[in-house]
């Protein structure tokens, strides 16, 4: 079976590096194939590497809470951009502070997110979605 | 030019300074002269410096709280509520994260936003787009003394603003601000930018008002061994001295075992005074601070109590002159004011039961933190050997040599080479030193502690224990075992 | 005839056993021998003793919960609870006030009272009223071996019902369940009413049950000193042994100085271990508990976090067996579920987040043990020697002597002599030794301990001090100051 | 002046020996007459020591959670004993668990006490409080 494609990074202005490297680490040693953007990606940067690599999934992270603010028009960008309907992931601490999270999720998926994860999501979690959504399981 | 660890001339710092207060309009509102007059007239009782030599000669832990949100009028509301229910020593304006990268624009947007959705959306306070006066109506509603604290590569702007606004420290540093915070930002020119702001902050000296500096001691706050974290501090403090700051308070972030945690900020105080004095620096005042672990954190508040708690007692048996106390929120999101309060409290009660205890002349303490100065000395040598004697050129060429390594940095301009893995019994030894110059009694050191784990866990060292590790955490140890161990 | 510490014979122990049974009507439906049929049925994963032995083995510390309520199926949820969310490695049955009294009636009215209200009207579980069928409903909804825990200076009854009710650990002694709970109770009485308990024990144990045992090891919690909570817990086990018990764990109640804590530990495993060897008791098993502070609490529950968790990083690093839990409600009264889950929640933290880390062996806590160890070796010759030889003569005679002598006792057979403060690490120190048998260069030891905190608050040592002790934690202290220190 | 008289003890099967031991030191000091029962103190012993001693307070402590039973019908005894009218104070843990002091409040004030005081009282609200109902302030 091929290797499916992954792009990861985090969005925006941040700059928190550990839970990238480590899900990049953990997710290539799963047996994807991880393009990984790092920190402080902007929009355009995921889009452009998605195409690059005809990438299965985008997977964006947010830490420092300004998620919402940054993650407005992806969608509408990967849309015009010919990626229509590639799953796009967003987890991290999405929003600014402790907030019921069936809310934020809701605000996610109004954004066009396949999928909005909440804090401290497990690597397992995020390994077995994603096998999900990829219909390896 | 070339980029040299000396004092700016007053023609070089106030040419630039014309460019830096065009930077955003409420640069302009910026008047030194009124501006020192304005510090002049601060109390002593809230001059930040003042508090902390008090506490260091009682020998004595103060409390600060980080806490910033985007609207004003909340921010000082939000700071009143730590300084009374929460019993903060020492106060912060923690700044969000678009004025960090000088997106003044967008920290705008986050303001509007804010005040239409009548949630904070802006993740710290936007000194900056407020400009002066608004700072001074900040500052001058509270009780305590109040420093800004950030993540700005290039704060050159908010710290003509804040320090104008009556704010009486200043955190921050060419290298820790840049390294941990950054991706593109070339060390020359944050170390240059910075030695503006410690210029400005010798300038405030020079006309008798004193500004505390504290260089950001945690770096990225995962796995940092001590030696790397105590060198930058180490460096940042010289700069700033060079400038003519006289105050300054170097920092650490706790790492987990109580033994190494005491040891760094031993060696810390021991070496910066060191090291300061050998430059000329004798009348330079240095103080300590220990930050309540650093990465990530449970998800249970009940948890996070505990976490908080051994971060305060830890910081008390060490005698840190200050800890940085984290809340009940912290792997959730920027707290609510109560968590802040409720972080504040827990951490209150053990400075005060427990300033009575000291660890730092404990054997096991002293002999770790022969280790850490011998690692620094190694470090620090090959510095000014790099740079010709001069530490700016020397921290330049040691970042690009590996000489220098943060562990999980986001900047480019760091080599990423070192890997750092807990001993067995916790504490961060190096399992990869990369090109940091230690010696080969000091790699066997690293290298005996670490095969010890790996012989408990019956596996060997290797890079999986570093990923083990950073996951440990949320899992609720300090060491990360394999399964069963 | 003469009490003494020997075995009960069958006889004795049988005769007696017909009056206790008769206390309550309950007593009736205790049949020992399917009691004991019962209890080997019991899964060793739900046995106390063997869940502490792995502990022991592993190097871990277990954590443990007080609770208890009027209504027993309110009883097993919160149990339930405490299992699952509050993450307990071990569970109590704390029993309520007029059960330990032998108040039966009273708390049927309790039992009444709680069922109309619709809250506890009980400050505990009163299992001598449900009896054996209800004490099996709730051990046997558990997956977590359950301890009966209380405060009973009459006991004999309870013991019965609960043993036989499937409980596999049991609290008490005769002295430790008199002192420090009883006015009236005379030593002889109580100390023949554990001899029965422990005989029973001894039976189970005969027929290949085993029950583990545990002296209450932190008398009133109120500036203990260690030398008599180590005497008072390993005269308890030596009577304990006598009658056949083969699991003993032995307990301290933290005082907040962390040297001084972790050597009382230390002090008081290997002491046990040699005095019970010393009487030929080389096959009881010997484990530790550590009680996290057990005198007044802050109101403050952020602030009451910070005093769990500085008891749970103390109880891990004296390597304790267990550690006793308080709850973020105890200034206030008898938690709520939640608040005991919380203080569950955060000692697991630190147990398992520093759980590699141990303080047992370094110089200080070597010291400090080694003094313990010689003040201990101190009083229970003397008890030795008026006791000729009989432990349970001279316990009498010690108690009467003022020998061993427990602060803050209400019991009229403690003579409350002795004077306990802190020195000026908060280490507890003798201010007056009473009449407790130390050496001259011991006393001279803790006098000069106290005459350093006396130059250091610039006041003579007096009882003053022993007052600004007692008042320092609601303060937020561990040394009571005088204003300004 | 004439030295007031203040009887002190713990309620019922209560054996919380430390607080009545402090505050019978502390009121001492400050100039009061005090007679104190210790712990395990019955209705009857207070007002036998009450009318022994011509006492001008009787202070009660409950720390153990019994307390709103075991202070039930003292103030009728009293009153049959000829102590009409003397102040009742109550303080401790007056019942179990952590409830709403107002309330707390409320029961005691019913049972006929004349102040009752919530956990953590300080010594010095003590000794100002006793001031003032004996009109020492
Ligand atoms: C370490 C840290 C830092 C370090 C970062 C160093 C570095 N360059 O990496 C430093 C000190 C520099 C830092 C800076 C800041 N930080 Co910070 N930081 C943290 C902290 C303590 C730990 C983050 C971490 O490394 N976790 C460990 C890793 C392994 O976990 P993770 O990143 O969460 O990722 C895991 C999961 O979330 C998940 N996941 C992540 N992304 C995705 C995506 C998908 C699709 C899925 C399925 C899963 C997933 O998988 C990962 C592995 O399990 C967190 C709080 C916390 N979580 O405990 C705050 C935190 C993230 N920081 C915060 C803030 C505000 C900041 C600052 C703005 C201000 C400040 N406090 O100094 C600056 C931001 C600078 C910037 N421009 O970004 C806030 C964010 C607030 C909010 N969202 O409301 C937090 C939550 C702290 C707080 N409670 O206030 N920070
Ligand atoms: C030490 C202690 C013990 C020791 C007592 C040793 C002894 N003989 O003295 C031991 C371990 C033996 C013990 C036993 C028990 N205890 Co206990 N104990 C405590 C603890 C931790 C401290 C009490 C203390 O000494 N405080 C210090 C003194 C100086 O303060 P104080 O007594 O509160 O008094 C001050 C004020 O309240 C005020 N005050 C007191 N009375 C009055 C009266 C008036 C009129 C006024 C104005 C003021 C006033 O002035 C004092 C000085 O400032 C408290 C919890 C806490 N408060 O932190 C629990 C606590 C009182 N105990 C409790 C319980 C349930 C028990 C036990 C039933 C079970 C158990 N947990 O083991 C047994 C009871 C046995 C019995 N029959 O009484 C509960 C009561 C629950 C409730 N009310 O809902 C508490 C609150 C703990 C808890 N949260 O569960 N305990």
Redesign the interface.
Known sequence: MEKKTIVTGVIG???????N??IA??LEKEGFNIVNL???VSQEEYIAAALETNADVILVSSL???G??DCQGLREKCDEAGLKGIPLLAGG?L?????DFAEVEKRFMDMGFTKAYP??T??ETTIADLKEILGLS | MELKNRKLTQDEFFKEREEVLQQWPTGKSVDLEKAIEYQQGIASAKRFGDKLAKAKAEGVTLIQPRAGVALYTEHIKLLQYLETEGEADLLPSTID??T??N?YK?AE??IE?SKESG?????GFPAVNYGVDICRTVTSSLETPVQVRHGTPDARLLTEITIAGGFTSYEGGGISYNI?????HSLASTIAHWQYADRLVGIYEEAGVSINREPFGPL?G?LVPPCISNSVAIIEALLAATQGVKDITVGYGQCGNLIQDVAAIRALNHLTREYLDKFGFEDVRVTTVFHQWM??FP?DEAKSFAVISWGAAAAVLAKATKVIVKTP?E??????KE?NAAGLKATKQLTSMLKDQSFVEIPAVVAESQIIKEEVTCILNKVEELGKGDYVQGTIAAFEAGVIDIP???SKFNAGKLMPARDNSGAVRLLDTGNVPLTPELKAFHRSKLEERAAFEKRPVSFQMV?DD??AI?KGFLVGRPHGK
Do not use: C, W
């Open positions: 202005a941040d700059v928190h590096a550990v839970g490297k480590i680490y953990a790092g920190v402080m420092y809470g300004h919402e603010i601490n929003v600014v502070g402790k907030q804090p401290g497990t690597i | 994260s678009y960090r990268l997106r967008e947007v986050g936003k949630r904070s959306m802006l993740n941990p915070y950054s991706k593109n990225t995962t990465g990530g998800q929120h792997a959730m999101g920027v707290p609510t968590a999980f940095a986001p990923v950073v996951y949320g």
